[in-house]
């Protein structure tokens, strides 16, 4: 479909981001003037973590122990409390921030007068605002000044959540991140969730102490501090937490609340140091209709599948039924809009080993075992020993032995390095499932059984389906693009920089696909990649052709890229997203996330007295809440009928055009999960980036025309361009 003009008729949308009026630098200086008005002489401190890995290696006769970059926090916090004469109780409730390569945290130093506290804020702009946005967090809900440098606990954080029993054995919190662009004036205002659980030897009043903090429209927030003694870390990811839940006793448990909340805090402490800033907001200006790459062309391999059983269970038909009887097993399996896509196989069969050598003509996914989340399948040992003496490893770990010929792995890792880390260009079609027969076998026709499973298995099968087209075995669909934009060859490039231990150099990946535009859809005719163990060899070759792979003054090809580029023109496009890239947030109608509810609480109070449970937040246009989630009109535009979930919101932002993708047919009330936007930009062939009148270029309307919205099942990765799915599949599978 054709991009519409919405003719300023774009609801106003709040993004979790603080936009100064200032640069970096002043809003640092007025922050830093504003604490010293409170006869508060701060500055921030750094600490070179070399110093740590050195002792830790004298210490253990000169390598380093496993467990060291996790306990790399508890060596930060001992020196800082040396230096400022802590306690190991206030030692365990500093402040400070971590990277690979430092640290740094507020602190005093000897003769320090205004003059000079100004001079060093000068220096470190970004890290005396990141370091008081956590600090004045910490403060807002502490009940003395002991608790200035209080943190969570076992890292450098600030952790909220909702007030949890005393006696609580494992917290689930948010650690908030508060990230700047510099560049931009921007701060982004985000957290990385985070599970804890409790010893048992641990006392429960001192372990974990929430403090109360005013939210607005009287409801409050915790802000909660951890004894790192005391707790665990669990991995967040057995846990995770939901995005957006209309449900109103789950409400202020979600993303969606923390997120507000960290972005009217941060612009509440700007507004009390007089720093001139403002939440950014989307506005969407244009949108594509129906513009999604359907599913149902894409549901069905056209080559055998062979299901390899890569562990000791033993490989039943029962466990082979789901993928043979694919519709009755997933019987909703649904589009982007809604509708049904029954994903058919060709052929099913099940093999007790893998083959020595994959055939080039088959389809392969392996069943590699069940492992706890976290945790991997890969094993790895050496030939003498054998796989009885397995350990698991990281795939890097496990690539390199394996390249240096005197190791062995488990079966998928083997043939996954040989046949495509190894390899100069796509080969083989294989997926690993970390799961086993048994599991299989418990899957019941329905929705019914591990849902988690059934998702891992649609996955599965779907990427197995794009590894066809990037084999060339079939063309990706592309129903709702223009007849002028199917024509000509695309080149697409992905890149991936692996950090190693061991003193081992960062491996430098990338993938280059090229690709034709045709009457029926998108053709894949070359692959290219770097091997694993000639990567940098492969990696200069590749910024010999295409320089801007590694930037000016850059020692090594930058990782996450990908590019669309116009062989013919030499203009490409990228496009970003991550955690530098905000999220909407909520309707900017409302002056913060508290006065959005308290504006329907009337409402449900009435249905309630009425009899009603109501339960449930609207999501109706009439409140529209979390627009283009909702609805993506302003209240004077409003439309009946409007289809949520079915189209792409674009902003023209000049220098770039920020893209927003739905959840696949609009919000669920009882849980759903936040989407992310894509900003796009254009580069010309001298290497500038184009301004202005961007939707009007070949390139971006065809990225626009390949995005995906349910097709690639779940996650973020669902709402990428079909384009950039393909180079990373051909560049790590």
Same mark, same amino acid.
């Given at each position: 479909?054709?991009?519409?003009?919405?003719?300023?008729?774009?609801?106003?949308?709040?993004?979790?981001?603080?936009?100064?009026?200032?640069?970096?630098?002043?809003?640092?200086?007025?922050?830093?003037?504003?604490?010293?008005?409170?006869?508060?002489?701060?500055?921030?401190?750094?600490?070179?973590?070399?110093?740590?890995?050195?002792?830790?290696?004298? $210490?253990?006769?000169?390598? @380093?122990?496993?467990?060291?970059? !996790?306990? /790399?926090? *508890?060596?930060?916090? &001992?020196? +800082?409390?040396?230096?400022?004469?802590?306690?190991?109780?206030?030692?365990?409730?500093?402040?400070?921030?971590?990277?690979?390569?430092?640290?740094?945290?507020?602190?005093?130093?000897?003769?320090?007068?205004?003059?000079?506290?100004?001079?060093?804020?000068?220096?470190?702009?970004?890290?005396?605002?990141?370091?008081?946005?956590?600090?004045?967090?910490?403060?807002?809900?502490?009940?003395?000044?002991?608790?200035?440098?209080?943190?969570?606990?076992?890292?450098?954080?600030?952790?909220?959540?909702?007030?949890?029993? $005393?006696?609580?054995?494992? @917290?689930?919190?948010?650690?908030? !991140?508060? /990230?700047? *662009?510099?560049?931009? &004036?921007? +701060?982004?205002?985000?957290?990385?969730?985070?599970?804890?659980?409790?010893?048992?030897?641990?006392?429960?009043?001192?372990?974990?102490?929430?403090?109360?903090?005013?939210?607005?429209?009287?409801?409050?927030?915790?802000?909660?501090?951890?004894?790192?003694?005391?707790?665990?870390?669990?991995?967040?990811?057995?846990?995770?937490?939901?995005?957006?839940?209309?449900?109103?006793?789950?409400?202020?448990?979600?993303?969606?609340?923390?997120?507000?909340?960290?972005?009217?805090?941060?612009?509440?402490?700007?507004?009390r140091a007089s720093v001139r800033a403002s939440a950014e907001t989307f506005v969407a200006t244009h949108c594509v209709d129906d513009g999604y790459i359907p599913l149902e062309p894409l549901a069905e391999?056209?080559?055998?599948?062979?299901?390899?059983?890569?562990?000791?269970?033993?490989?039943?038909?029962?466990?082979?039924?789901?993928?043979?009887?694919?519709?009755?097993?997933?019987?909703?399996?649904?589009?982007?809009?809604?509708?049904?896509?029954?994903?058919?196989?060709?052929?099913?069969?099940?093999?007790?080993?893998?083959?020595?050598?994959?055939?080039?003509?088959?389809?392969?996914?392996?069943?590699?075992?069940?492992?706890?989340?976290?945790?991997?399948?890969?094993?790895?040992?050496?030939?003498?020993?054998?796989?009885?003496?397995?350990?698991?490893?990281?795939?890097?770990?496990?690539?390199?032995?394996?390249?240096?010929?005197?190791?062995?792995?488990?079966?998928?890792?083997?043939?996954?390095?040989?046949?495509?880390?190894?390899?100069?260009?796509?080969?083989?079609?294989?997926?690993?499932?970390?799961?086993?027969?048994?599991?299989?076998?418990?899957?019941?026709?329905?929705?019914?059984?591990?849902?988690?499973?059934?998702?891992?298995?649609?996955?599965?099968?779907?990427?197995?389906?794009?590894?066809?087209?990037?084999?060339?075995?079939?063309?990706?669909?592309?129903?709702?693009?223009?007849?002028?934009?199917?024509?000509?060859?695309?080149?697409?490039?992905?890149?991936?920089?692996?950090?190693?231990?061991?003193?081992r150099k960062a491996k430098q990946l990338v993938a280059c696909v090229g690709v034709e535009l045709t009457a029926d859809g998108i053709a894949v005719r070359s692959t290219e990649r770097s091997p694993w163990?000639?990567?940098?060899?492969?990696?200069?070759?590749?910024?010999?052709?295409?320089?801007?792979?590694?930037?000016?003054?850059?020692?090594?090809?930058?990782?996450?890229?990908?590019?669309?580029?116009?062989?013919?023109?030499?203009?490409?496009?990228?496009?970003?997203?991550?955690?530098?890239?905000?999220?909407?947030?909520?309707?900017?109608?409302?002056?913060?996330?508290?006065?959005?509810?308290?504006?329907?609480?009337?409402?449900?109070?009435?249905?309630?007295?009425?009899?009603?449970?109501?339960?449930?937040?609207?999501?109706?246009?009439?409140?529209?809440?979390?627009?283009?989630?909702?609805?993506?009109?302003?209240?004077?535009?409003?439309?009946?009928?409007?289809?949520?979930?079915?189209?792409?919101?674009?902003?023209?932002?000049?220098?770039?055009?920020?893209?927003?993708?739905?959840?696949?047919?609009?919000?669920?009330?009882?849980?759903?999960?936040?989407?992310?936007?894509?900003?796009?930009?254009?580069?010309?062939?001298?290497?500038?980036?184009?301004?202005?009148?961007?939707?009007?270029?070949?390139?971006?309307?065809?990225?626009?025309?390949?995005?995906?919205?349910?097709?690639?099942?779940?996650?973020?990765?669902?709402?990428?361009?079909?384009?950039?799915?393909?180079?990373?599949?051909?560049?790590?599978?």
């Amino acid at each position: 479909m054709p991009i519409r003009n919405l003719e300023s008729s774009g609801a106003v949308a709040r993004l979790n981001s603080v936009r100064l009026d200032v640069n970096i630098e002043e809003a640092a200086v007025q922050l830093a003037r504003w604490e010293a008005s409170r006869d508060s002489l701060i500055v921030p401190v750094s600490i070179d973590l070399r110093q740590f890995a050195e002792m830790a290696k004298a $210490a253990g006769g000169g390598e @380093l122990a496993p467990d060291f970059y !996790k306990d /790399r926090a *508890r060596y930060v916090r &001992q020196h +800082i409390a040396g230096e400022l004469g802590l306690d190991e109780y206030a030692a365990s409730r500093l402040t400070f921030t971590m990277t690979k390569s430092d640290a740094w945290y507020l602190g005093p130093k000897p003769k320090l007068n205004r003059e000079s506290m100004i001079a060093a804020v000068r220096a470190h702009p970004e890290k005396f605002v990141e370091l008081m946005l956590q600090r004045e967090l910490l403060e807002a809900a502490a009940y003395d000044s002991e608790q200035t440098f209080v943190t969570g606990g076992f890292g450098p954080g600030v952790y909220l959540g909702s007030l949890p029993k $005393a006696d609580a054995r494992r @917290l689930y919190l948010a650690e908030a !991140k508060f /990230r700047i *662009r510099s560049k931009y &004036q921007q +701060i982004v205002c985000d957290f990385i969730a985070k599970a804890f659980t409790r010893k048992k030897a641990s006392k429960g009043n001192t372990s974990a102490e929430t403090l109360v903090a005013e939210a607005g429209n009287g409801f409050l927030f915790g802000v909660t501090r951890i004894v790192p003694s005391q707790f665990f870390e669990e991995d967040a990811r057995k846990y995770p937490m939901t995005g957006i839940s209309l449900d109103s006793g789950k409400f202020r448990q979600t993303r969606l609340y923390y997120l507000n909340i960290l972005t009217e805090f941060a612009l509440s402490l700007f507004d009390r140091a007089s720093v001139r800033a403002s939440a950014e907001t989307f506005v969407a200006t244009h949108c594509v209709d129906d513009g999604y790459i359907p599913l149902e062309p894409l549901a069905e391999l056209k080559r055998p599948l062979i299901v390899v059983n890569a562990t000791e269970q033993q490989l039943t038909e029962e466990a082979l039924a789901p993928l043979k009887r694919i519709p009755e097993f997933f019987p909703k399996w649904t589009s982007s809009i809604g509708e049904r896509a029954h994903f058919t196989a060709r052929s099913v069969t099940g093999v007790a080993a893998a083959p020595a050598q994959l055939s080039k003509e088959k389809n392969y996914l392996f069943l590699n075992g069940e492992v706890e989340l976290g945790e991997t399948s890969i094993r790895l040992a050496s030939k003498a020993d054998g796989l009885t003496q397995a350990k698991a490893a990281t795939a890097s770990a496990a690539y390199n032995k394996l390249a240096e010929g005197d190791s062995v792995a488990d079966a998928y890792t083997e043939r996954k390095f040989a046949q495509l880390m190894e390899q100069e260009t796509y080969v083989v079609a294989m997926q690993g499932l970390d799961y086993g027969p048994v599991s299989l076998e418990k899957l019941l026709p329905g929705r019914s059984g591990d849902v988690t499973l059934q998702e891992a298995l649609k996955r599965c099968l779907v990427e197995l389906s794009l590894k066809e087209c990037l084999l060339g075995q079939k063309l990706v669909p592309t129903p709702s693009m223009p007849e002028e934009l199917r024509s000509g060859h695309l080149t697409l490039l992905a890149t991936r920089r692996i950090f190693q231990q061991g003193g081992r150099k960062a491996k430098q990946l990338v993938a280059c696909v090229g690709v034709e535009l045709t009457a029926d859809g998108i053709a894949v005719r070359s692959t290219e990649r770097s091997p694993w163990s000639r990567d940098t060899a492969a990696a200069l070759d590749f910024v010999d052709r295409f320089p801007f792979l590694q930037p000016d003054g850059k020692q090594m090809i930058e990782d996450g890229q990908f590019w669309l580029v116009d062989p013919t023109t030499g203009e490409r496009l990228t496009a970003w997203w991550g955690e530098f890239v905000p999220r909407i947030i909520l309707n900017s109608t409302y002056p913060s996330i508290e006065s959005a509810l308290a504006a329907q609480e009337p409402g449900l109070q009435r249905r309630r007295e009425a009899g009603e449970t109501a339960r449930y937040y609207s999501k109706g246009r009439d409140f529209n809440m979390l627009p283009y989630y909702m609805s993506m009109y302003s209240p004077d535009h409003q439309v009946r009928g409007e289809k949520t979930g079915t189209k792409i919101a674009l902003q023209d932002c000049g220098g770039f055009v920020r893209t927003f993708v739905p959840p696949a047919g609009g919000i669920v009330g009882t849980g759903d999960t936040l989407s992310g936007m894509r900003d796009v930009m254009v580069y010309g062939g001298d290497g500038k980036p184009k301004e202005g009148d961007l939707l009007d270029h070949r390139l971006v309307q065809v990225y626009l025309h390949t995005l995906t919205n349910g097709v690639l099942v779940a996650g973020d990765n669902s709402k990428m361009s079909i384009l950039e799915k393909l180079v990373r599949l051909a560049l790590e599978n």
